[in-house]
């Protein structure tokens, strides 16, 4: 379930920060707008998974 809930947050902030890139195309905001989805995949990666 926590999973499915980090997914479904997962999806929602990178439609929040995709659609920020696409209305206000600054090359400078685009590079922190990836900057940041990839530290979101990486949180949702490590922290979502099975634990040991």
Do not use: C, Q, W, Y
């Amino acid at each position: 379930m926590n999973r499915i809930l980090a997914l479904i947050a997962f999806i929602a902030i990178t439609i929040f920060l995709l659609i920020l890139a696409v209305e206000v195309p600054s090359i400078d905001l685009v590079i922190v707008i990836a900057i940041t989805l990839g530290f979101v995949a990486f949180d949702f990666f490590t922290s979502s998974g099975k634990r040991k």
